[in-house]
């Protein structure tokens, strides 16, 4: 077996891991040296430095008309009845988050991959057409419109009585309605989902009104530390919750 060149006594394993330590200390002290600063007196950075998301302001339509506006209220008011400890769909705002979300770069698919070519794929694969967000909803709004103006005496979706709204949602779910040109069935996960999200989402984004939700649930918000009550099951959380703006409700 052929000797190691180290110093006597030392076997190869050590002077292979003596070697590889000195070549990690020298690259964290090269690539290092470049960003070395003496930081004296302060802190290396600044409370509230972080870029919270710009909050939803109240106002007009953003991206809905107001008839798709209505339609999107009646939807999410029926799939988030309101009951009388927390408000529905509509009054906690889920329409607006949508709205917002839809003028924005969710709307516009920023960030998907949207080249062809398009086919139905698994239900894993997620989306497989050539329509934004934004699209697919004001093509899969104008075929519900057109569904209920025929099948109810010319009254648009918002105008039906509750029973029908989801009698029609219900159709939508499981596949009596369908769209020309998109599907009926994806369109209500869609709007489910988007739902789901402005109800639970931070109020930041236009949903979750005064924090109804999260209270609704216990949830803390963006606290930033309630450890004490992480193991103390079945027990109400007995503060406010607070948004990533740090306000509490």
């Known amino acids: ?3 190691n060149s180290g110093r006597p006594g030392q076997s190869r394993r050590q002077v292979l891991g003596e070697l590889l330590a000195g070549t990690a200390i020298g690259l964290v ?6 960003r070395a600063r003496i930081i004296a007196g302060a802190l290396p950075w600044a409370p509230g430095a972080g870029s919270a998301p710009t909050p939803v302001q109240p106002g007009a339509w953003q991206y809905f008309t107001p008839e798709e506006a209505s339609a999107v209220e009646a939807i999410v008011d029926r799939l988030i009845p309101p009951d009388p400890q927390t408000p529905g769909g509509k009054d906690v705002g889920c329409a607006v988050f949508i709205d917002r979300q839809l003028a924005g770069p969710y709307g516009s698919a920023q960030g ?8 139905d794929g698994t239900a894993q694969q997620g989306a497989q057409s ?8 004001r093509q899969a709004l104008a075929e519900l419109d057109k569904y209920c103006r025929d099948a109810y005496v010319g009254k648009s979706f918002a105008e039906l009585t ?6 029609v949602l219900g ?10 040109g998109s599907s ?16 639970f989402a931070d109020p930041v984004y236009g949903g979750n009104r005064d924090m ?17 009550w992480i193991e103390r099951h079945n027990e109400p959380y007995p503060l406010p919750p607070v948004g990533i703006v740090g306000k509490p409700a």
């Open 162 to 167: 509750d029973d029908q709204k989801d009698k």
């Open 212 to 228: 109804a939700a999260w209270k609704m649930i216990g949830f803390p918000g963006a606290r930033y530390d309630y450890r004490d």
């Open 112 to 119: 998907l991959y949207m080249r062809p070519p398009f086919m």
């Open 184 to 199: 009926a069935t994806a369109f209500f996960q869609q709007v489910l989902t988007n739902t789901r999200e402005g109800f």
């Open 29 to 34: 002290l090269s690539s290092s040296s470049v």
């Open 171 to 180: 159709a939508l779910e499981n596949g009596p309605i369908t769209f020309e």
């Open 130 to 137: 050539p329509l934004t967000p934004a699209q697919r909803y």
């Open 1 to 3: 077996m052929r000797k």
